[in-house]
């Protein structure tokens, strides 16, 4: 299998306090994998040491079959996205949509009017007003805001995508049409998508591979419906004896 991210060894801290151990894990091309673990166990940490935020690791991270540095290449930023859990901190208030989802286009050399044709595409693609790129964070409700995250991340065509708790703000209807969209959206171009979450129904419904992490200790990956059918760990049958019985039958 062809892969677009490949993990060895990964060991990672804060201060003197380790978080991360011997973490191996690899994400095959156009794949979506799923990283599942309960709050603390490291699923965002990983996400920090992929996207060379912490600086505090060791091991090697591969991209798309490159060896990556301390520092990575702009290139890497454009190709590698991230969407949070709560768009508000991610979203300046101060700033209208339009201007924060060009300035990561402008900084790469795109003009602005170029930049704000692109915008208003994915604008139209994500369902918002059309009149979203000449307002404000704050006048839009929780699911449009995190679909203007979405929205951001695209902005540089990227090949990969990291969404960390992306529906875990928002409530259970508007949760589904954002899964959807993602799903819709990674067909269309074809994207590679590191998918954390706790919630193990979500994980289902989306990912086609799935890796446990306990305490910042990778207890299995796998398959995503090998892993529902029957996982291979103590952990993993216990994380799913917890998930309410009806979304499995
Ligand atoms: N900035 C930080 N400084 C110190 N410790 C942190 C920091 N961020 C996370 N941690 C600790 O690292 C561990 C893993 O956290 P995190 O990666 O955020 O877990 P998850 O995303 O799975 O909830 C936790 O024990 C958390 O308290
Ligand atoms: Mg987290």
């Known amino acids: 299998m062809d892969h677009m991210l490949e ?23 156009h794949r979506t994998l799923g990283l599942v673990g309960e709050s603390g166990s490291g699923r965002s940490t990983l996400a920090r040491v992929v996207t060379g935020l912490l600086k505090k690791s060791t091991g090697t991270v591969v991209f798309d079959g490159e060896v990556q540095g301390a520092k990575r290449s702009a290139e890497f930023y454009r190709r590698v996205q991230m969407v949070f859990q709560n768009p508000d901190a991610s979203l300046n208030p101060k700033h209208r949509i339009g201007t924060i989802l060009t300035d990561g286009m402008v900084i790469q050399g795109v003009s602005r009017a170029d930049a704000m044709v692109r915008c208003r595409e994915l604008i139209t693609r994500m369902d918002l007003p059309e009149d979203t790129l000449e307002r404000y964070p704050r006048s839009f409700s929780g699911g449009q805001k995190q679909r203007i995250a979405l929205a951001r991340a695209l902005c ?17 209807s508007v949760q589904r049409r954002m ?9 269309e171009r074809g994207l590679t998508i590191l998918f954390i979450s706790h919630d193990l129904g979500v994980i289902r419904d989306i990912c086609d591979d799935i890796a446990v992490l306990r305490h910042g200790v990778l207890q299995e990956t796998g398959e995503s419906a090998a892993f529902f059918a029957s996982p291979k760990t103590d952990y993993g049958r216990e994380l799913l004896k917890a998930v309410p019985r009806i979304e499995y039958e």
């Open 7 to 29: 993990l060895r060894d990964i060991c990672a801290y804060y201060g003197d306090k380790q978080v991360l151990f011997d973490v191996d894990l690899v994400i095959g091309k």
């Open 179 to 187: 899964l959807d969209l993602i799903k819709e959206i990674r067909e």
């Open 156 to 172: 540089t065509d990227p090949d990969f995508v990291i969404l960390d708790e992306p529906t875990s703000a928002l409530d259970v």
